[in-house]
């Protein structure tokens, strides 16, 4: 068990470009969220997966904001022509899925639209 | 909609004392469950324990209780015996359920922990 993966833990970017962004959960977890966490506050829910399914994207902040889980494994959550008000802190966790959801989350990446 | 709810922004304790972090939360389900995480510096949310509704023994794990009133509908979580890897943010969570059927965590704002020697 390595845990859950962020790939890359910082991005500087320019407004306007995009951005995407990685993570690969525990293996034997089916589900997997994305959130984002913005300084002083606790993390928000954007997107849900169950295994390669996209259960709930209701939450995902604009129509620039996408996310895949192909072959229900790894996650990309990618962002189209960043906006400053984009900068903060993504968090993807997984879980097994239990009554009880309890999330297991990795160490997020931090982004940064200059 | 669900609410949870951390006054405190920042809390002070010594080394080896005990500290409570506020939670209260707004639901109107009868099923629900809450979770306290701890995220350090180094970014990643640490899950500490977990309260379900119809538990009726306050949940513990080692060093860390919850202290659930529901009547009051508050779940505070209590740390003995402070250490100074401690000191990070805490965040109170509630499962919120989804209209796909299924549930993620709403968190609070959370409290900064601070441990001192």
């Known amino acids: 068990d390595t845990g859950v993966s962020q790939d890359p833990r910082h991005k500087i970017t320019k407004r306007g470009q995009n951005v995407t962004f990685r993570c690969d959960p525990i293996?034997?977890?089916?589900?997997l969220y994305w959130y984002r966490q913005t300084l002083g506050q606790g993390p928000e829910f954007l997107t849900y997966?169950?295994?390669?399914?996209?259960?709930?994207k209701s939450r995902l902040l604009s129509d620039r904001f996408s996310a895949e889980r192909p072959k229900g494994s790894f996650s990309t959550l990618e962002i189209q022509r960043t906006e400053q008000g984009d900068s903060a802190m993504y968090l993807c966790?997984?879980?097994?899925?239990?009554?009880?959801?309890?999330?297991?989350f990795g160490s997020g990446t931090q982004l940064s639209v200059l | 909609a669900q609410k949870i709810t951390q006054t405190q922004p920042g809390m002070f304790v010594q080394e080896k004392e005990a500290v409570t972090l506020d939670c209260t939360y707004d639901?109107?389900?009868?099923?629900?469950?809450l979770f306290w995480y701890k995220q350090p510096s180094s970014g990643e949310m640490i899950f500490l324990i977990y309260?379900?509704?119809?538990?009726?023994q306050n949940a513990t794990e080692g060093r860390y209780s919850l202290n659930f009133q529901k009547a009051r509908k508050s779940a505070n979580l209590v740390i003995s015996a402070s250490q100074l890897g401690d000191s990070a943010m805490y965040f109170c969570?509630?499962?919120?359920?989804?209209?796909?059927?299924?549930?993620?965590?709403?968190f609070g704002k959370g409290t900064m922990l601070l441990v001192s020697p």
């Open positions: 966790a997984s879980s097994f899925g239990t009554h009880n959801e309890k999330l297991f």
């Open positions: 293996s034997e977890h089916n589900r």
């Open positions: 997966f169950q295994n390669e399914a996209q259960l709930e």
């Open positions: 639901t109107s389900d009868q099923s629900y469950g």
């Open positions: 309260q379900g509704s119809y538990d009726e």
């Open positions: 969570a509630m499962r919120e359920p989804m209209n796909s059927g299924y549930s993620t965590l709403t």
